[in-house]
């Protein structure tokens, strides 16, 4: 594969879809600020992280694969409100005014493209600046010349599409999403029961060629039909959902217990959060779309059918509370009821105050910087090595996701590895 990887030269377009939202927006003034000095990309896997060699010397993972340079990256995409990056992140008040005022030029440069929106799938939402589009067709058709016309208006070699925006409404896998003639004839008999917003996202982004990374717990591109289409188009797919908060620590928590063979009898999760995605999945058919990735975690991580005397009868259950005084700061709380020794019972509780964009941003950034170098490495399809960054990593029929972050991180540094010709270090020499 080291002979293969395409340099990252010329210009790499990232299309957000949700460019004036919370997360976008805090990427990419993070983003700006780190190109011009005048920030740390912490947080970022491919900006800081380092990675032993087969000879033991440790590198920083830029230096060893040929990633996009922050100064080649070109910030657009689309939304369902008008404001410029610069407003819409004074209305998300992650930031401060003073660090937005570090790049106000370039954000206010950054203005969104009209959306491809249905309300149906999020009530909450009443977007303004939006598509005029008969069919879900009409509606990709739109999108794959914006893409096209972006492309070329910034002399963009490279283009990614990274979904950041809203969680939709749950839709159950159906016959319809199971090849890719079938998708087609779906989107162009206009079932708008079955495609979704981010179907038409994902298709026009696959369909141009560009990688396309879901943000959120939607059903999008891990569907058989969008496999097929990836596949065919020699492109690669990434998701879903950011693994930022309470998931975060389920995953580094539970691999623990399991690690020592500690039982768990319960595991109670709830939030608070105040931001639009808090009001989106105050809606009940919004929030099962997030409930069913945050409940596969633990389950996936502690294999109660392999431990049952541990791990048979774990109660797991997950709130989310819409709390508008909080807005981007969520609080999480877990109460975990652990057993050890002779059944005897013990309690962890966590209480995470955590900024839900300032986690989630770095994420965003590496996926769409990891994505554009899968691309170029002429690799397609599901990106399971991209697991590491995802609440509910994407897999296909005849895998099981992984969901513990120690293994989800070693296999980012085998990929690695494997993509230069090297080998993992032995810690037994």
């Known amino acids: 594969m080291k002979e293969n990887i395409k340099p990252a030269t010329g210009r790499l377009g990232v299309l957000v879809v949700g460019v004036g939202g919370a997360v976008s927006t805090t990427m990419i003034t993070g983003t700006l600020a780190a190109r011009k000095g005048l920030s740390k990309p912490i947080g970022s896997i491919a900006q800081m992280a380092t990675i032993r060699m087969e000879n033991n010397d440790e590198k ?21 409100f008008p404001d410029n990056a610069y407003d819409a992140a004074m209305y998300a008040e992650v930031l401060k005014e003073k660090d937005l005022n570090l790049v106000k030029e370039e954000l206010q440069a950054i203005k969104p493209m009209p959306a ?31 893409i096209r016309n972006f492309k070329a208006a910034n002399n963009c070699e490279r283009i990614a599409v990274l979904w950041a925006a809203s969680t ?6 159906c016959k319809e999403h199971e090849s890719l003639a079938s998708l087609e004839a779906a989107m162009k008999a206009n079932n708008t029961e079955v495609i ?9 982004a696959i369909a141009e060629g560009a990688p396309f990374i879901m943000g959120a717990p939607n059903l999008c591109v891990d569907t058989p039909a969008m496999w097929e289409f990836s596949k065919k188009m020699n492109v690669p797919i990434a998701g879903k959902d950011f693994k930022s908060g309470q998931t975060l620590m389920k995953t580094v928590l539970a691999p623990m217990f399991k690690t020592r063979m500690l039982g768990v009898s319960g595991w109670f999760s709830t939030n608070i959060l105040g931001n639009r ?11 099962k779309t997030k409930e069913v990735s945050k409940l596969s ?11 049952p005397d541990l791990y048979g ?69 599901i990106q399971t090595w991209l697991s590491f960054f995802c609440k509910s990593p994407m897999h296909d029929f005849e895998h099981e996701p992984v969901h513990d972050l120690f293994t989800q991180w ?18 037994l020499d």
């Open 116 to 146: 491809a929106f249905d309300h149906n799938f999020a009530k909450r939402l009443n977007g303004t600046h939006i598509k005029d589009a008969a069919t879900r067709w009409e509606m990709v058709e739109q999108l794959r010349e914006d």
């Open 60 to 80: 920083l993972i830029k230096d060893v694969v040929p990633l996009v340079d922050l100064n080649d990256i070109v910030f657009g995409g689309w939304d369902i």
């Open 196 to 204: 979704s917003p981010s179907m038409c996202y994902a298709y026009a």
């Open 297 to 307: 975690v633990i389950d996936n991580i502690l294999e109660p059918e392999k431990y």
């Open 313 to 381: 009868d774990v109660y797991h259950k997950v709130r989310i509370n819409y709390y508008p005084p909080r807005k981007d700061n969520k609080e999480a709380w877990d109460n975990i009821d652990i057993f050890g020794w002779m059944g005897y019972p013990m309690e962890i509780k966590v209480n995470f105050l955590c900024r839900d964009s300032i986690l989630a941003a770095p994420i965003a950034l590496d996926l769409v910087i990891f994505s554009d170098l899968a691309l170029r490495a002429g690799m397609s399809g």
């Open 277 to 287: 995605d808090g009001e989106v999945l105050d809606q009940p058919e919004n929030f």
């Open 168 to 173: 939709e409404i749950y839709v159950p896998l």
């Open 410 to 427: 070693r296999m980012v540094k085998e990929t690695i590895r494997t993509m230069v010709g090297e080998k993992s270090p032995s810690y």
